[in-house]
Nanobody
């Protein structure tokens, strides 16, 4: 079974930074496309950033482009989301997800096969 475990969430002031980590076990991490999603209360789960299987391509939702960076370390089976210049509207539960097909970077949650438990990010004003 593939398991994804997020860490690094917390409470930060607006303008601050956090780095989220997602550690994978089982499966074949280096063949997966990986994504980060977030869900705020009353909102649908929304795509934040994605990265292809070898880390050569990435894609960002417009609201975070220029502030967030997704990266991966296939040797360690970890995907990261570096979040800078955080805003209160970034407050959400953040989830990492894996697409085992590795065929692309998808914005729809339905394209992903495995999900972490989520980690809370709260940005105060």
């Amino acid at each position: 079974q593939v398991q994804l475990v997020e860490s690094g969430g917390g409470l930060v002031q607006a303008g601050g930074s956090l780095r989220l980590s997602c550690a994978a076990s089982g499966g074949s991490f280096s063949t997966y496309s990986m994504g980060w999603f977030r869900q705020a209360p009353g909102k649908e789960r929304a795509f934040v950033a994605g990265i292809n299987w070898n880390g050569r391509n990435s894609y960002y939702q417009a609201a975070v482009q220029g502030r967030f960076t997704i990266s991966r370390d296939n040797a360690e089976k970890v995907v990261y989301l570096q979040m800078n210049s955080l805003k209160p509207e970034d407050t959400a539960v953040y989830y990492c997800a894996a697409d085992r097909s590795g065929l692309g970077i998808w914005q729809s949650p339905s394209r992903y096969d495995y999900w972490g438990q989520g980690t809370q990010v709260t940005v105060s004003s």
